[in-house]
């Protein structure tokens, strides 16, 4: 596993932030020296967990390049931050010693056996979500990537019934739905689909194909599955530039429009434990945990670490990002920091924990 920097050392750290971060970094080790909690660990989603999948691709959502990864000693890797992903630090936790490989890697059979990560910048739910900038892999299409996986572990365990086994061990975790609100029904050419679906309506069309996908992920063998609700994506540096606050922290009217998928998500694990006994299904509070790493850490919560893009948001290549990285609570106009990412992954770990 990539260690951590460490900031803790440095006199400008409050109180109450070191609290914080000595707090989370011992949940976060807790199970560092002992076997993995499970034998695998299968990552889906957009950009927050993202670790390399869009590099090779035409597209604006990939960050191969400095500043990212300055904090990582491999460097820029393709992960949307200056160091560790949420996804990432929860591998750590769960014990793995080293990062899943993203699919687009190529991993050997050695490496899926552990896992592949999936997720990738700019997708979502729906098939067009995120398309405006260029080539994703939308969920459908990972869980298509996840088929090629489960079909080689069966070619190396010998058996679908020994592989499924396998897999019914393993955590699967997924974090989608943000770009189907941030790349499309809020973007300001998206007035036919807003005309379409008032919020209430594209968060049930989201949910339902959201349901046949984890149904799907279900038929490949998933029974350790965490699923989490979209953000406050109205407090992104990106969104409160945009629209605007009217003196609000965020903008308000952006997180209100996301409340009726994190309603339905929570509504749609209940059913999927209802429906499949012999699995096991979490949901993870993204909003309560946002807040309280958010309220009781950063100083700088609505400006970027690094220059940022007025098209993408992304930090412009080869620029110096901030050198007071721990003060701010995003990295890029969307995306939080290291730091962020790792005090989050504790914070989540408890909903996770119960499945395993």
Same mark, same amino acid.
């Given at each position: 596993m990539v260690s951590r920097r460490s900031f803790l050392h440095q006199s400008w750290v409050s109180p109450l932030f070191l609290f914080v971060v000595v707090v989370a970094l011992a949940a976060s080790s807790a199970d560092g020296s002992r076997t993995p909690r499970v034998?695998?660990?299968?990552?889906?989603?957009?950009?927050?967990?993202?670790?390399?999948?869009?590099?090779?691709?035409?597209?604006?959502?990939?960050?191969?390049?400095?500043?990212?990864g300055i904090d990582l000693p491999a460097g820029p890797t393709g992960r949307f931050s200056n160091g560790q992903t949420t996804a990432d630090a929860i591998? $750590? &936790? *769960? !014990?793995? +010693?080293?990062?899943?490989?993203?699919?687009?890697?190529?991993?050997?059979?050695?490496?899926?056996?552990?896992?592949?990560?999936?997720?990738?910048?700019?997708?979502?739910?729906?098939?067009?979500?995120?398309?405006?900038?260029?080539?994703?892999?939308?969920?459908?299409?990972?869980?298509?990537?996840?088929?090629?996986?489960?079909?080689?572990?069966? $070619? &190396? *365990? !010998?058996? +679908?019934?020994?592989?499924?086994?396998?897999?019914?061990?393993c955590l699967y975790i997924c974090n989608s739905g943000n770009n189907d609100y941030i790349n499309n029904y809020i973007l300001p050419q998206s007035t036919a689909i807003r005309n379409q679906y008032n919020p209430d309506q594209f968060a049930a069309l989201l949910i339902t194909q959201y349901s046949a996908q984890i149904n799907r992920l279900y038929e490949l063998g998933a029974r350790k599955v965490a699923l989490a609700g979209i953000s406050n994506i109205g407090c992104t540096p990106s969104l409160i530039a945009t629209l605007g606050t009217n003196g609000a922290p965020c903008v308000n009217s952006v997180n209100q429009l996301v409340v009726p998928f994190n309603t339905r998500l929570k509504?749609?694990?209940?059913?999927?434990?209802?429906?499949?006994?012999?699995?096991?299904?979490?949901?993870?509070?993204?909003v309560r945990v946002g807040t309280l790493v958010g309220a009781a850490a950063f100083r700088i919560r609505a400006t970027p670490c690094c220059q940022v893009s007025t098209v993408t948001g992304l930090c412009l290549p080869n620029t110096v990002p901030c050198s007071r990285r721990p003060s701010y609570l995003f990295w890029d106009a969307f995306h939080p920091t290291e730091l962020a990412n790792q005090l989050a992954a504790p914070l989540f770990f408890p909903a996770i924990q119960r499945i395993l």
């Open positions: 034998p695998c660990y299968f990552i889906f989603g957009d950009s927050l967990y993202d670790s390399g999948n869009n590099n090779n691709l035409n597209t604006l959502a990939k960050v191969n390049y400095s500043p990212y591998g $750590e &936790i *769960l !014990g793995f +010693k080293d990062f899943i490989p993203p699919f687009a890697s190529n991993p050997d059979d050695r490496q899926i056996l552990v896992g592949v990560n999936y997720a990738s910048g700019s997708a979502g739910i729906l098939v067009e979500s995120g398309k405006q900038g260029g080539d994703n892999v939308d969920l459908s299409q990972q869980l298509r990537n996840h088929e090629v996986t489960v079909s080689r572990i069966v $070619e &190396i *365990l !010998g058996s +679908k019934v020994a592989a499924f086994e396998y897999l019914g061990q509504s749609l694990i209940s059913q999927l434990k209802l429906s499949y006994p012999d699995a096991k299904f979490a949901y993870l509070d993204s």
